[in-house]
């Protein structure tokens, strides 16, 4: 039991090294194959909601310390602010321009925050893992 909460808790981490890294998204969204390739507004979505559900969760959020708790609410605030406000469906907007976005950017700074305060970083090989 305590090895997959583990193996969760590093699940949630490194999808937000994922939202961190320019380069794992310009990798796997942009450069996606197709058998291989990243969705990033599904990647955000479901690690913005990750990090917020274990973050207030009655029992997982014994699993982590009160610092990372508001570090983990704190990447979920900014980063469902910023994402609300990219154009994921204007037609005239390119993956690769939301990616280079401001709104990305300040997305992959409040995850790499998150990522320092709970005192972890990943490579880009152990991001490009399952």
Same mark, same amino acid.
């Given at each position: 039991?305590? /090895?997959?909460?583990?193996?969760?808790?590093?699940?949630?981490?490194? $999808?937000? +090294?994922?939202?961190?890294?320019?380069?794992?998204?310009?990798?796997?969204?942009l +450069? =996606?194959?197709a *058998?291989?390739?990243?969705?990033?507004? *599904?990647?955000?979505?479901?690690?913005?909601? #990750?990090?917020?559900?274990?973050?207030?969760?009655?029992?997982?959020?014994?699993?982590?310390?009160?610092?990372? @708790?508001?570090?983990? !609410? #704190?990447? #979920?605030?900014?980063?469902?602010? !910023?994402?609300?406000?990219? =154009?994921w469906q /204007?037609? $005239?907007?390119?993956?690769?321009?939301?990616?280079h976005s @401001?709104?990305?950017?300040?997305?992959?700074?409040?995850?790499?925050?998150?990522?320092?305060?709970? =005192?972890?970083c990943?490579?880009?090989?152990?991001l490009? +893992? /399952?």
């Amino acid at each position: 039991m305590r /090895d997959e909460v583990q193996l969760r808790r590093l699940k949630r981490l490194r $999808n937000i +090294g994922r939202v961190a890294s320019l380069e794992y998204q310009v990798r796997e969204c942009l +450069g =996606g194959t197709a *058998e291989r390739y990243v969705l990033l507004d *599904e990647l955000l979505e479901t690690t913005i909601y #990750a990090a917020e559900h274990d973050a207030s969760h009655p029992v997982l959020s014994r699993k982590w310390t009160a610092d990372q @708790q508001q570090a983990l !609410l #704190a990447f #979920a605030r900014t980063a469902s602010t !910023l994402f609300d406000q990219i =154009g994921w469906q /204007d037609p $005239n907007v390119s993956l690769t321009q939301i990616i280079h976005s @401001q709104s990305m950017q300040r997305i992959r700074e409040a995850a790499d925050e998150c990522l320092r305060r709970v =005192g972890v970083c990943f490579t880009l090989e152990e991001l490009l +893992g /399952d």
